[in-house]
């Protein structure tokens, strides 16, 4: 339902608080980046993860081209498989949801060990020719810088896939890992498992805001038929 912006309660003026996903938040100014929301899933409600990445914006001969990042629900959990035997103690390493880079990508740590899995769109920070990748690393991603995240100024880590702008992490793709060596770098197909199960799920929303229950803090709302008019 479209709000209605004259309104300072019950912005769809249905008298009930009906909704794809709700957030509560305490700033009414913008919905957060990331966090948990109680999203309904075919009629059953909940809890996701879901991450608002930024829009960007282009000009070219005197036209506006908008381009829309999606909105994805990550998961909170991710267990590793088909790492080669030089790396054997990663084998079924499970990874947990720790937070959001500078970029709003998620990233991982592995249970008990420090492993990451984050997205860096520059990792030795110099610029040129820069490869925006995913790596499995040993280093803790830094979360308020937006290239070379391990801040070692060199493309340093476990094994790397190359990124593809507005796509989460892939549940099973090629990746370039270091396999000791005797080995060196070698393609191998990893694969990502949720540990519940499930895939990766993507889809494109967009978030407006609403007062809800007599509560101070805001509620954050999906609204089918913005995100189908935002992006149709």
């Known amino acids: 339902s479209k709000p209605d912006v004259t309104r300072a309660h019950d912005l769809d003026a249905d008298g009930v608080c009906n909704y794809i996903a709700r957030i509560d938040s305490n700033d009414t100014r913008y919905p957060p980046t990331s966090g948990e929301w109680t999203m309904n899933c075919a009629g059953h409600f909940k809890q ?92 803790k991603p830094n979360t308020t810088a937006t290239r070379d995240l391990d801040g070692d100024g060199k493309c340093t880590y476990h094994a790397r896939l190359d990124s593809t702008g507005g796509k989460m992490l892939p549940t099973s793709a090629t990746w370039r890992m270091y396999c000791g060596p005797a080995e060196g770098w070698v393609s191998l197909d990893l694969t990502l498992k949720e540990a519940s199960g499930k895939d990766l799920v993507f889809g494109n929303t967009m978030v407006s805001s609403a007062e809800r229950g007599g509560m101070a803090a805001s509620v954050a709302v999906l609204s089918l038929a913005i995100m189908q008019a935002l992006f149709a």
């Open 48 to 139: 996701k993860f879901l991450i608002l990445l930024t829009t960007s914006s282009t000009v070219s001969q005197g036209t506006m081209t908008t381009t829309r990042a999606p909105v994805s629900t990550a998961p909170k959990s991710l267990m590793l498989s088909g790492a080669c035997a030089d790396r054997r103690a990663m084998k079924g390493l499970t990874y947990d949801l720790a937070g959001t880079s500078a970029d709003g990508w998620p990233f991982y740590k592995a249970k008990g060990v420090d492993e990451y899995i984050y997205h860096d769109a520059d990792c030795d920070g110099a610029g040129a020719n820069a490869l925006s990748l995913w790596v499995l690393d040993d280093s």
